[in-house]
């Protein structure tokens, strides 16, 4: 799915938020294996407009965004219960985002296959989870 785009309604949704046009469409890929659309953006303002207008029932953030505006955005989503329990990082940076996993997943982007029994926990956990 294109950036621009909003996944279509009736199956998983996920945000990808990665600034690596490559890393992006790799993830959506994996998600499109596991029956989940998804929207992409590249940039911590880009998420924060879409996780505003649109509910997400998976988001895949990148650490390391424009400015160090990564670590700024998974802070302000730790701040959200429902929204970080929906969230996974994905990072090349596993070993600085062990900070943030007491609360949210890291996936190593090294190791994407790490990544599938995460994705389906949250489609298991169900997009009927109330927020």
């Known amino acids: 799915m294109s950036a621009g785009a909003l996944p279509m309604s009736g199956q998983p949704r996920a945000l990808i938020i990665e600034d690596e046009r490559l890393w992006s469409t ?9 029956g989940v659309s998804s ?14 207008e649109h509910r997400f029932d998976i ?14 955005l998974i802070d302000e989503i730790k701040r959200d219960k429902a929204l970080a329990r929906r969230c996974i990082i994905v990072t090349g940076h596993s070993m600085v985002a062990n900070y943030f ?8 982007k090294l190791r994407l296959h790490d990544l599938k029994p995460h994705i389906l926990r949250l489609i298991e956990a169900g997009t009927t989870d109330p927020e």
Do not use: C, K, W, Y
């Not at 007491?102 to 996936?107: H, N």
């Open 101 to 108: 996993s007491d609360t949210i997943p890291v996936v190593d």
């Open 59 to 72: 988001v895949l953030v990148d650490l390391q965004l424009p400015g160090h505006a990564g670590m700024g």
């Open 39 to 52: 929207h992409i953006v590249h940039d911590a303002e880009g998420a924060r407009i879409a996780l505003a």
């Open 26 to 34: 790799i993830l959506e890929r994996v998600l499109q294996q596991l």
